[in-house]
């Protein structure tokens, strides 16, 4: 098991200035690098103050520059929102640029919203994912290659700008099956969302995810799966309350644009309740919101009954400021880690699932 560090990088206050968040994110990343985190995670999300980040892979190229040793991944790629050709070409030359660090991290898509304005048919999002990904491991297996899909076409080509060592590490997200057996057929890991925010509901999704193993032929033990956390780690009982307000706001944003749900107020997500949302009281009963103790207290339950294989942990949501996500990444490696390498012994030798980590 290990920890990533994750960028949303999103914004509640109107006017916010784009290049604000992106060097929020940049020192995020290097507090994750210098405090040992193994990824660093940035999202894609087009047209809302819920995410100003359009390319994870151009976030990973700019951060690359700036660390040495963490690894950069995409979280996610939404991959119908690409013309083909240039995101095989992309992903390789990212590749390259960071010598062999980018985690691939891919995903369909949810939010109608982007898809609309993309010019894009949701409906079509895991069909032409599924293919994509066959012409991505004939573009960095063979010399030249073609492909002829249902949506996808691709006559004889040769990517040249190519990855360091063949195909990257592939991570998927999303609650979809056809991405499970994908993932399940070719070792990929999976990642679920925040909305898995209890003990129960992370084991609930492993057991799923095992299901998925064994319908596709496959051996649930060599399962890897991630779980993306929200975290702040305070001893002050405001700055946990107004984290978790953040977070709701965060959550309300997704899924208003997941459910075709959204209103604009000119250029802001006009936030909103949704049915059967959970209370700041019940959040704070479950999220990794507050003391050292009671955050590894939280993460060893979540380990022993759905054993993880890494955290993808966001520790700036909303508006919730730099400083407290700062000295959360330091608070999680200084305080958190030895509590929980106390309570489940070594995390090398946890969520492993008979293959290497990446």
């Known amino acids: ?33 210098q405090a040992d985190f193994a ?23 700019r951060c690359a520059g700036e660390t040495s040793r963490i690894r950069l991944g995409s979280g996610v790629v939404i991959v119908p929102l690409y013309q083909p050709a240039r995101l095989l070409s992309e992903i390789g ?74 195909l990257p590490d592939v991570w998927v997200a999303g609650d979809n099956p056809a991405l499970h057996r994908l993932a399940a057929r070719r070792g990929y890991v999976v990642m679920v969302t925040p909305r898995h925010f209890t003990a129960e509901m992370l084991a609930a999704a492993r057991q799923r995810f095992e299901a998925t193993y064994r319908e596709a032929g496959q051996d649930p033990r060599r399962m890897r799966f991630a779980a993306l956390r929200h975290i702040c780690v305070t ?15 965060q959550i309300r ?13 000119g250029s802001m997500l006009v936030e909103k309740p ?3 949302e959970a209370s700041l009281e019940e959040m704070a009963g479950h999220m990794l919101v507050g003391s050292p103790e009671m955050i590894a207290e939280r993460m ?14 966001q520790s700036q949501a909303g508006g919730s ?23 489940v012994g070594p995390l090398e030798r946890i969520g492993a699932g008979g293959a290497a980590m990446g």
């Open 1 to 33: 098991m290990h920890f990533g560090q994750f960028n949303l990088m999103g914004y509640r206050r109107p006017g916010t200035p784009p290049h604000e968040i992106y060097d929020a994110a940049v020192a995020q990343v290097k507090a994750a690098e």
């Open 321 to 343: 400021s730099l400083p407290l996500a700062l000295r959360s990444i330091e608070r999680f490696a200084r305080d958190v880690r030895p509590l929980l390498e106390r309570a």
């Open 253 to 265: 944003l997704s899924q208003s644009l997941r459910h075709r749900e959204q209103a604009m107020a």
């Open 235 to 249: 001893d002050s009982r405001a700055e946990a309350a107004g984290f978790l307000d953040e977070v709701r706001h």
């Open 93 to 166: 030359m990212v590749d390259s640029l960071t010598h062999g660090r980018l985690v691939l991290g891919i995903g369909s898509g949810y939010q109608p919203y982007e898809f609309e304005r993309f010019g894009e048919d949701l409906s079509h999002s895991t069909e032409k994912l599924l293919e994509f990904m066959e012409m991505l491991e004939l573009a960095v297996g063979q010399e030249t290659f073609s492909y002829a899909g249902r949506h996808l076409r691709m006559p004889e080509t040769h990517v040249a700008s190519r990855p360091m060592a063949g």
């Open 300 to 313: 060893a339950e979540e380990i022993r009954r759905a054993e993880p294989c890494h955290y993808l942990l």
């Open 39 to 61: 990824i660093s995670w940035f999202a894609e999300h087009h047209f809302s103050n819920y995410s100003v980040c359009p390319s994870p892979l151009m976030m990973v190229a």
């Open 274 to 276: 949704w049915p059967g």
